[in-house]
């Protein structure tokens, strides 16, 4: 950037007048005088494009909520940004790399291709329910000592999904567990460490 | 997503009341199930519906297996039907396309009678990017005929539409002439599942010949010798959670060591599921032997017409016919 462009500062000079400008407009518009009248505005210009609300029951990790939802909530957004369960995380939002993957009645699935007005009386297993109290699930405890994560943002989808892929018996050979692991990305390449894991786990399952 | 209503109709009669149009891409109200791909059609702004129907706990999703043949609930998951003695062991064609297809989640949610109903994976129909596309935006033009078309048709396509038809389990069903139950405003129907599409010709956003209301409520399998030694080959970029480049389900009864039927069906090469019958005709009274199969599955590339990336299908499609018979005839 050691050319100086003047066309670029023109422009950069013109963006800053039409901010403040802006600025100055939202000013004048919330003036004590227009208030009521503007606040009252606001609230029902975005009502007339914004869908009716849904009343939905969630059972997450054995506990009953109640919300008021848009219906375009998926399950996914419901646990975090409603009920502030964060370790279920959002990587694709389309289903394709399993962050967001959860337990429901027992069975993996992807939380954001599920509407949290149509999972009322499942029942839901988030990585925050997989603990009990302050001992971790043996799949938590063999990814520590595998380190099987590096950003760890697909971990928890990772461990959801690795529990169930136990539990359905299908984490026989390192083959098999890449075949039912394959609903979960991890762009670091921790998949070695990963199969580590859950054949460690799935072998204590055994016994 | 686009703002919509969502309905929780209290039972079946409700339901088709609403009139949600499945299978058309400009319909106002649409239904959703397990929601795997109508989820990534809202997100995406592929479908703007006002109105959602939800199906959620009103179908039957009970598979049942008897002399007659096999009934699926249309809302059974994938899992479940994979995962189903009866079709393991009597049907494995169903059984293996269900478990190459997606990922064990989707499988989890996923229904068969959505499973049936879900969109193709052309890139510029899941891209609002791209104006062009009948499928889409009717009279839009189709930017993958000038576009990359790799995964595209070569079979059933038309000058309004290439794309392919994304689901394994069609395919299988089809080569076992499974039939569709439908309930609509006007009562129930049965339509073998070959019929229940519809290739795109000029109405490519009209996939299926379904009414306004109107929706799957089981998938039937008759039984037969075939579909006991049946098998599903699909060949894709990656060895899992991906869609077919090129697929075939076969069906075989076999005299000692000659066929006396053939059932071929073929995936990722049709804007539809892809039955070959010149192929099956030709496999009769047939070894198995490489040369005598390859002149039987040369005929699958009558009528195929590729778009230029997507050329390698009609090759490629011969030989997957060749592998999944060998595969399929070694069994005993």
């Not at chain 2, 309905?7 to 949600?20: F, K, N, S």
């Not at chain 2, 892809?274 to 198995?288: F, I, N």
Request: net charge positive; hydrophobic share 40%.
């Amino acid at each position: 950037m050691t050319n100086f462009d003047p066309e670029r500062r023109e422009l950069l000079k013109v963006g800053m007048v039409t901010g403040t400008a802006l600025v100055v407009g939202e000013l004048w518009l919330s003036a004590p005088a227009d208030a009521a009248q503007a606040s009252s505005a606001a609230p029902s210009r975005s009502a007339a494009s914004a869908p009716i609300p849904v009343d939905v029951r969630l059972r997450v990790n054995g506990r009953e909520h109640r919300l008021p939802l848009d219906p375009r909530t998926t399950l996914l957004d419901a646990l975090r940004e409603h009920l502030h369960l964060t370790g279920s995380k959002k990587g694709c939002g389309l289903g394709q790399c399993g962050a967001c993957t959860v337990l429901m009645d027992g069975k993996r699935v992807k939380s954001c291709l599920s509407l949290a007005a149509l999972v009322e009386g499942r029942d839901i297993t988030t990585i925050e329910g997989l603990a009990q109290g302050d001992e971790l699930h043996s799949l938590q405890v063999a990814f520590i000592e595998r380190d099987a994560f590096q950003c760890g943002y697909c971990t928890p989808g990772q461990i959801m999904a690795g529990v169930a892929c136990i539990e359905e018996g299908h984490a026989g050979s390192a083959q098999d567990i890449r075949g039912w692991m394959s609903g979960n990305v991890c762009r670091c390449g921790a998949y070695d460490n990963i199969v580590a894991a859950i054949q460690d786990a799935a072998r204590a399952k055994r016994g | 997503m686009h703002p919509f209503t969502l309905e929780r109709p209290r039972d079946v009669a409700a339901t088709l009341a609403l009139r949600a149009q499945a299978g058309r891409n400009d319909a106002p109200a649409e239904y959703i199930a397990g929601g795997t791909d109508m989820i990534q059609l809202l997100q995406e702004y592929v479908r703007r519906p006002d109105r959602l129907v939800s199906l959620v706990g009103l179908l039957d999703n009970r598979i049942e297996s008897g002399p007659q043949g096999l009934t699926i609930g249309a809302a059974a998951t994938m899992a479940d039907v994979a995962s189903h003695p009866a079709v393991v062991q009597q049907y494995p064609v169903i059984a293996e396309s269900l478990l190459e297809s997606a990922s064990p989640q989707v499988r989890n949610q996923a229904t068969m009678a959505g499973n049936l109903m879900q969109r193709p994976r052309c890139p510029y129909f899941r891209d609002v990017g791209y104006d062009a596309c009948n499928r889409r935006t009717p009279g839009s033009g189709c930017s993958a005929m000038i576009g990359v078309n790799r995964w595209h048709a070569v079979l059933g396509t038309s000058r309004s539409c290439i794309a392919a038809h994304a689901s394994d389990v069609a395919v299988a069903l089809v080569a076992l002439d499974a039939a569709v139950e439908l309930q609509g405003l006007g009562g129930r129907r049965t339509l073998p599942l070959d019929d229940f599409y519809r290739l795109p010709g000029d109405t490519p956003h009209i996939a299926t010949v379904l009414q306004p209301g109107e929706l799957i409520t089981a998938i039937r399998v008759p039984a037969s010798a075939a579909a006991r030694r049946s098998h599903y080959l699909k060949v894709r970029d990656r060895a899992s959670f991906e869609f077919a480049l090129v697929s075939a389900a076969v069906a075989l009864d076999m005299d000692g060591a000659r066929i006396r039927q053939a059932r071929v069906a073929l995936g990722g090469v049709g804007t539809k599921p892809w039955r070959v019958p010149q192929v099956e005709k030709a496999l009769v009274g047939g070894s198995l032997d490489s040369a005598v199969l390859r002149r039987a599955a040369v005929l699958a590339a009558q009528g195929a017409r590729g778009s230029g990336h997507n050329d390698f299908k009609i090759e490629l499609m011969q030989r997957v016919i060749v592998r999944a018979i060998q595969t399929v005839g070694a069994r005993a």
